[in-house]
């Protein structure tokens, strides 16, 4: 198990699932319902958030994902319209929404920026960031929609597309999963995504093994 990452997992946990379930409240519907779009849609409704796409100029483009400017308990997000990996722009929302919800501004800084290049970032952003990514992850798809969807025989391609996630973003969220809510070791886990994304194992049926031995 990666130890940091399972600590900001700890850390973070309980504010993102909080948001979870306000949001699934808010529009009447189960977790496992639960889209990214949502969570856009509550934070523009209730926090009046505005979204925009940005046309970015030769270098901007490839320089930053998205950035978010906190202000008076709402926000701005403003993420790289060039870009043609939808599911990486639904992720880069979810990453600055949650600069929001785990109360990152709260130090009294206002300004988070995504950037491509992550090594540069100063030491100082760097766990604020990797929060943001942990839950962006979470939101993205929460325990309860991947339970739903693996059980339902999903590939890993169905998933990609029902999450509306990159197959980047949906391997670490799956490998995350699998350690954090049924023990997998880090290298078993990466393991076992590796073989579901080339459809070699039935996912399903592993984690249904892995319920019997739980119980057992
Ligand atoms: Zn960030």
């Given at each position: 198990?990666?130890?940091k990452i399972?600590?900001i997992?700890?850390k973070i946990?309980?504010?993102?699932?909080?948001?979870?379930?306000?949001?699934?409240?808010?529009?009447?519907?189960?977790?496992?319902?639960?889209?990214?779009?949502?969570?856009?849609?509550?934070?523009?409704?209730?926090?009046?958030?505005?979204?925009?796409?940005?046309?970015?100029?030769?270098?901007?483009?490839?320089?930053f994902w998205a950035n978010i400017?906190?202000?008076?308990?709402?926000?701005?997000?403003?993420?790289?319209?060039?870009?043609?990996?939808?599911?990486?722009?639904?992720y880069s929302?979810a990453h600055e929404i949650n600069h929001?919800?785990l109360?990152h501004?709260?130090?009294?800084t206002?300004f988070f920026a995504e950037l491509v290049d992550k090594s540069s970032y100063t030491q100082q952003d760097i766990p604020k960031e990797l929060e943001a990514n942990i839950g962006a992850s979470?939101?993205?798809?929460?325990?309860?929609?991947?339970?739903?969807?693996?059980?339902?025989?999903?590939?890993?391609?169905?998933?990609?597309?029902?999450?509306?996630?990159?197959?980047?973003?949906?391997?670490?969220?799956?490998?995350?999963?699998?350690?954090?809510?049924?023990?997998?070791?880090?290298?078993?886990?990466?393991?076992?995504?590796?073989?579901?994304?080339?459809?070699?194992?039935?996912?399903?049926?592993?984690?249904?093994?892995?319920?019997?031995?739980?119980?057992?």
């Amino acid at each position: 198990m990666n130890n940091k990452i399972e600590h900001i997992y700890e850390k973070i946990s309980i504010k993102v699932h909080e948001f979870m379930y306000t949001v699934a409240e808010y529009f009447n519907l189960p977790l496992e319902s639960l889209r990214h779009f949502h969570y856009q849609q509550y934070c523009i409704e209730v926090y009046d958030f505005e979204i925009h796409k940005l046309s970015m100029g030769r270098i901007s483009q490839k320089k930053f994902w998205a950035n978010i400017t906190i202000v008076d308990n709402s926000a701005i997000i403003c993420y790289n319209g060039n870009s043609t990996n939808i599911g990486r722009i639904n992720y880069s929302i979810a990453h600055e929404i949650n600069h929001f919800i785990l109360g990152h501004y709260l130090d009294g800084t206002q300004f988070f920026a995504e950037l491509v290049d992550k090594s540069s970032y100063t030491q100082q952003d760097i766990p604020k960031e990797l929060e943001a990514n942990i839950g962006a992850s979470l939101l993205m798809a929460n325990d309860d929609a991947l339970e739903y969807h693996i059980n339902l025989s999903m590939n890993f391609k169905s998933l990609c597309h029902e999450f509306q996630m990159s197959y980047a973003a949906l391997r670490m969220r799956l490998v995350n999963f699998l350690t954090f809510n049924y023990g997998f070791s880090s290298l078993q886990a990466w393991h076992t995504v590796k073989n579901f994304e080339v459809d070699n194992i039935d996912l399903k049926k592993i984690l249904s093994n892995c319920h019997l031995n739980m119980y057992a």
